[in-house]
């Protein structure tokens, strides 16, 4: 391997490393993924995500493994829209099967992966009753007897055990109030799992790339509002995609901050989706970006009271009214009930190729909520339509903020020559930059 691009790579992942310590990553597999054998390697990249300090919910289907119990028995399935109908006798077959798939995922997970990376990197995993199940019913006269849906996620007890550093392992199995055992869709388990746990991705393994695009390519990103358009448009997507990409919609609309697609047939695709800046598969967000406008004269007020406590801490630079205004081309405001929340600016360099971020301001109330983040990320999308190759941000006190978001440490020189001449070495501010 070339040092200069395993250094290369492995500080563009460094700022994801640091954003998802302690956050919680629901993933969704499908049983095929260990009737083919392609489950190690996944396996290697969980306890990869796990030592990384990332709490992990795994739910494992047992479609295949299900699908040979039930031949082995000699039971058949029927099937209607709403899902199978399970006897009590199909039932005692299925309870083997994902018992099997059960213990063979804790094996594979507990014992670390021989002669992947993550060799004897011991994964502490846990299963049990974390969640209470309902049945489905009866639909359109049929009753589907022991299927069922998700009643209720024990968020308590999974964080609990997350906290004690256990992969938590969910199964497509639940109890009801009553005490009967109902087969459920792994699928609903895994959606119901990160919204009630508002985890901050919902991760799906397909058997494809994402979700295709007009070009024979794949939508790297997509907000909900765009993935609800793209459902009911005339564009074919396969009934897998199309269910992932109803389920993304819902639950980023419950709380979940991110649902991803990743194809499981490529290796190390989960890491490639989750710590490079152009990913491998398909993304799912909220459109934030709505709240995101061009700033006019009539924000002027909302901008002054967003920056003055932080230009009296010496964390911005102090800005009259009078410059404001006349800069008010340049910023851009994130507005909430009619209240201006936050604010930024970018200053173009067009014959440089640079552009300078400057006045980032969040309300207090609203400062852990991202919307920093989607500001930023709003301005990237600008510059990068605008032709801009580069941003960078003088700062004095939130430095490591923009360090975690993909830019790295320069120096005077590196700012446009104007820029250089502007410079107020009694400041010290630090020089960021990151590359479009």
């Known amino acids: 391997m070339d040092p200069s691009q395993f250094v290369r790579g492995f500080r563009e992942s460094s700022p994801y490393i640091h954003r998802f310590r302690g956050d919680v990553f629901v993933i969704s597999i499908g049983g095929e993924v260990l009737a083919d054998g392609s489950f190690p390697a996944i396996a290697s990249d969980i306890a990869l995500l796990k030592s990384l300090g990332i709490g992990i919910v795994l739910v494992c289907g047992a479609g295949p493994q299900i699908a040979s119990s039930l031949s082995q ?18 039932l005692q077959a299925i309870v083997r099967a994902v018992g099997g798939v059960r213990f063979e995922v804790e094996a594979a997970l507990s014992g670390g992966v021989s002669g992947s990376p993550m060799s004897g990197a011991e994964v502490k ?52 109030l009553s005490g009967d055992l109902f ?17 901050s991705k919902l991760i799906f393994l397909v058997d494809d790339d994402g979700v295709p695009d007009q070009n024979g390519g794949v939508r790297r990103e997509l907000t909900d509002r765009e993935a609800r358009s793209l459902l009911v448009s005339d564009e074919p997507l396969g009934p897998v995609i199309r269910d992932r990409l109803i389920r993304a919609a819902e639950a980023v609309s419950s709380g979940v ?6 194809n499981r047939f490529r290796d190390g695709a989960l890491l490639l989706e989750l710590f490079t800046r152009d990913g491998s598969g398909s993304l799912v967000s909220e459109d934030l970006f709505e709240a995101i406008r061009p700033a006019t004269l009539e924000d ?17 630079v102090g800005r009259s009214r009078d410059a404001i205004e006349t800069d008010i081309g340049q910023f851009a405001v994130t507005h909430r009930d009619g209240k201006i929340i936050g604010c930024a600016a970018i200053y173009p360099f067009p014959e440089h190729g640079m552009g300078e971020v400057a006045c980032l301001a969040i309300h207090p109330e609203y400062r852990k909520s991202g919307r920093a983040s989607h500001l930023l990320s709003w301005f990237e999308k600008k510059a990068r339509e605008s032709g801009l190759k580069r941003l960078f941000v003088l700062s004095t006190q939130a430095a490591h903020w923009f360090l975690e978001r993909g830019f790295v440490l320069g120096q005077v020189g590196d700012l446009p020559p104007v820029r250089q001449e ?12 990151k590359n479009l």
């Open 300 to 316: 002027v007020p909302g901008i002054l009271d967003l920056i003055r406590p932080l230009e009296s801490m010496g964390i911005l």
């Open 73 to 90: 028995a000699g039971i058949g399935l029927s099937v209607t829209d709403q899902g199978p109908v399970v006897t009590a006798e199909a």
């Open 183 to 199: 087969l459920l869709s792994p699928e609903d388990v895994a959606q119901s799992a990160a919204s009630a746990l508002l985890a």
């Open 125 to 176: 995993v846990v299963s049990g009753n974390f969640l209470m199940a309902r049945p489905l019913g009866v639909i359109d006269g049929v009753d589907h007897q022991f299927c069922g849906k998700p009643r209720e996620i024990r968020t308590d007890a999974i964080r609990s055990q997350i906290g004690e550093g256990q992969v938590v392992l969910l199964s497509p199995l639940g109890v009801s």
């Open 422 to 433: 502007l410079y107020s070495h009694s400041r010290k501010s630090l020089v960021l930059y």
């Open 257 to 262: 901050d991110r649902v991803h697609l990743v």
